[in-house]
């Protein structure tokens, strides 16, 4: 539960096992068993490594957990015998019988704590919100029985399991990349809430979460290179005022983008020049055509995969939160992608103008200047937008018509607000305040990932009132009252979309969700 304002700094989701434990998952043995029999049973090597969780990095879909746990077994009656010298039979069948509870238990242990670290990599690795990574953790470990202490910044968490029968601690630091996968995430929700439920076992939930950690892509590739293209085209008409003709340059240049991830991919050196790559390029060929096309919503549809503007709402919400580590960092992060792409943009330009000598060729990102289709194309490139981004972020096929849904009535309502009203602070707040409201109640009526859902909506709320603004301000050469403007509009923007999805969660759930890992943005 969040503390309140003006109390105690963030502290760390510290929890002991007795008060929530299931009789089911209840260790059998008490501390004063494991202090008499705890020399025994570590007294090898073999039973030291026996005592650590896994490797994560060599979990893979031939890892039988049975044949894991057969090896620690034999390891652990190889290194744990019995003392039975010099007592009768029946302390000796006493024994015995502690021994092999205390063996069951720590076997037991070990299992939930494998269990813990690889719920923990499937969370961060497929996009939960980190705000509420902490809490979700602390509940399962508190059903498992486990007493441990987590810290999560972005692409990393420490999990510190403590003893508290022999007063030790073991830390566990876990790596792992960020992304978006909104199905294996929903895949690996529904495993949170069965294991919760006491629906599956722990055993048969570790396997489940190695399948889906070794799944393959969802997708082929050439339909995930057709999709960049796709995304480009769709949004430079509806978030960019992009032309016809626009529209056109930004898919052949959408599909190149596409082309250069795929090598990113595949090329591990390669990764730190993608975004300055992609950028200079799109600059470059956006001034060969600048007579013919609209450079600003060129430039900015080619790149719109990698704007910042999620990335800068998703901080601001976090540090929100109270969660400061990751707040700071996400922030840091999404402004350092937005000054790369903005120097990527202008390098490119300043190549084709020192080549060709054409100082007229400025990088114009004035978008009045462009010619817009028709606002009821709109309609139509709207939900194309919408599918893209659903593929982009692997939403299954079958939720697409939720996605859809939500957007649309979130569309609508910024349509009328911003477009028409023109109500620029306002409407951004009651169109999130409608996204996540539209998108909770549709979890809470069918069954769906509430952040799944809202999630391509919010994606294209986002881009258009943030990222846009913010690589505008970038790239302007000089410094006035516009620009300085644009810079605070950008960072208003997106405490708007914090507020109104906050707002929205606050009306499903005033209390909170307990039954999910997911509670929404």
Partial sequence: ????????????????PQKYSSPNLRVPFSSTDLTQFLPYALSTPGVQTARGSPDLSRTNSSDDLSD???????????????????????????????????????????????????????????????????????????????????????????????DTATFTSETKIIRCPNGYDMHRLEL??????????????????????????????????????????????????????????????????GIMAGCLNMLASRL??????????????SGFFATVFQR????????????????????????????????MHAGTIRTAYALTIAFIIAFGINLGNNIFVEIFSKPERLPDMNMSVCKPVSQWWWWLAYPVAILSISFIINVHPRNWHACLLVAGVM??????LVVHLELKLIGPVVS??????????WSKVFGHNAYATMLPGMMILVPGSVGVRGVMAMLTSTADVS?????????QTALSIMAGLFASSFVIYPRGKKQSALLTV
């Fill in 483 to 491: 620009n300085t403007h644009l810079v605070a509009q950008m960072v």
């Fill in 411 to 416: 569309f609508a309502v910024f349509w009328v």
């Fill in 268 to 281: 591990k050196g390669f990764t730190n020049l993608f975004e300055v790559t992609v950028s200079i390029l």
């Fill in 292 to 323: 013919w096309l609209c450079f600003g919503a060129v430039t900015l549809s080619a790149t719109v995969v990698l704007l910042p503007g999620l990335l800068l709402t998703t901080g601001i919400i976090e540090l929100t939160s109270r969660n």
């Fill in 1 to 16: 539960m969040r503390q309140p304002i003006l109390q105690q700094p963030q502290q760390s989701h510290s929890l002991s």
């Fill in 68 to 162: 894991w746990m057969k090896r620690n077994g034999n390891a652990l009656d190889a290194a744990a015998p019995t003392p039975t010298d010099g007592v009768s039979d029946a302390e000796a069948a006493m024994l015995n019988e502690k021994r092999t509870r205390i063996l069951d238990g720590i076997r037991k242990l070990l299992l939930h704590q494998r269990f813990l670290c690889l719920l923990a990599q499937a969370m961060m690795q497929f996009g939960a919100p980190l705000h509420h990574l902490e809490d979700n953790l602390s509940r399962m470990a508190r059903h498992l029985c486990i007493t441990a202490t987590f810290t999560t910044m972005p692409g990393l968490i420490l999990i510190s399991v403590e």
């Fill in 432 to 441: 999130a305040f409608v996204l996540g409201l539209a998108s909770n109640i």
């Fill in 188 to 253: 690996t929700d529904r495993i949170f809430r069965k294991v919760s439920k006491e629906k599956i076992g722990v055993e048969e939930a570790t396997r489940e979460l190695d399948d889906v950690l070794s799944a393959p892509p969802m997708f082929a590739w050439y339909w995930q290179l057709l999709n960049w293209g796709l995304t480009s085209w769709s949004v430079c008409l509806v978030a960019f005022n992009g032309s016809w003709l626009d529209s056109l340059a930004a898919f052949v240049l």
